[in-house]
């Protein structure tokens, strides 16, 4: 039986990169450094290792790895003495230029089994200048049987001479249909949830099957309705009734829910097919909401959202609930006034 790549069934959206990618190898027109860019969580680390795992293979089938040579076997249990993984463990600590400076001598010593060496860089983000330049010098002068594997949520996270000499793969989401058959074979007892839920969870991780995944699975999503549910008794009776529910480490979580379910209810003003609606879910509110609220006054709602979800994202150690509070003064001021805002 022919042994497959174990992303090809675990992550199905990656077999179009993954194959893309190794006939660049058989041709003879693959790069030395690659850079694979998502917002999402994509399993792209389960994409490196099969791309690992088929270079170092010594028994390779065309596209696909035998998965029993030594090699294979050492990329699984990830102790392959050719893979060098460069991170920082702190997540706020960037990898020194001591770090990359080392990886010249890494680079010129004999590889196992003379097939070859992988540097991968899971967080691009932990690089700072100096190791950015020190890195740009590597693969200024890439070295044989060298390659190069970059993971980057944002292009910009890296220096643009590093991108210029990488060739550039954009990871991105399945369609829904492709993420709504994985959903189901991998959520238990997914009869459970209705159709509209796990559309839904799709589109709120903006089409992302992991995230949905975890999402679903996540007692969190039971505290969707009870915010939705406090949003509109708040917009009936008083405002502050949001400030407990909000006043949590979800809160940008929580404020971009209600961000969506207020663009929902733009789209039920414009008589814009349900279909097209976030949160599929949840029409009873999103219909409540509608008739509560003019359509003028939830367009300056969603930008008052979006402005304090922008500070609370850009201002380190700032008093959480003092912008809540502020918000959410501001919210009530523009649905409780009889003027038009502009």
């Not at 690659?34 to 791309?51: M, Q």
Request: proline residues 3%; glycine residues 0%.
């Amino acid at each position: 039986m022919k042994k497959y790549p174990i992303l090809l069934s675990t992550y199905p959206w990656l077999n179009f990169f993954y194959k893309k990618i190794i006939n660049q190898f058989l041709n003879k027109k693959n790069y030395k450094a690659y850079i694979f860019c998502s917002l999402n969580e994509l399993g792209i680390n389960n994409l490196i290792y099969a791309l690992t795992k088929w270079i170092f293979c010594i028994n390779k089938k065309k596209i696909y790895s035998c998965s029993k040579c030594q090699n294979c076997i050492l990329v699984e249990k990830n102790i392959h003495p050719d893979l060098h993984i460069i991170k920082n463990n702190k997540e706020k600590n960037s990898i020194s230029i001591e770090v990359i400076r080392n990886l010249t001598e890494i680079i010129y010593q004999s590889s196992y089994k003379d097939v070859g060496k992988i540097i991968w860089f899971p967080y691009a983000n932990q690089l700072n200048i100096s190791s950015s330049n020190a890195l740009l010098k590597i693969l200024e002068e890439p070295s044989d049987n060298i390659w190069f594997f970059i993971q980057c949520n944002n292009k910009n996270e890296l220096l643009p001479t590093i991108y210029s000499r990488c060739q550039f793969w954009h990871i991105y989401p399945p369609n829904e249909k492709i993420g709504i058959l994985w959903l189901k074979k991998k959520v238990q007892n997914y009869k459970i949830f209705q159709k509209e839920s796990i559309k839904t969870a799709l589109r709120l991780c903006n089409n992302s099957p992991i995230d949905a995944y975890q999402l679903l699975n996540n007692i969190i999503w039971k505290s969707r309705n009870i915010l939705y549910t406090i949003l509109v008794s708040s917009l009936e009776e008083d405002i502050m009734k949001l400030l407990s529910i909000l006043n949590n480490k979800n809160i940008l979580l929580y404020l971009n829910w209600i961000y969506l379910i207020l663009l929902d209810v733009v789209k039920i003003h414009l008589n814009i097919d349900k279909k097209f609606l976030y949160n599929l879910d949840q029409i009873y509110f999103i219909h409540k909401i509608s008739n509560l609220i003019v359509v003028d006054k939830i367009l300056l709602m969603i930008k008052k959202i979006l402005f304090y979800s922008n500070i609370l994202i850009k201002i380190n150690n700032i008093n959480y609930e003092l912008v809540l509070i502020n918000l959410l003064l501001s919210l009530e001021k523009i649905y409780t006034s009889n003027n038009k805002y502009k």
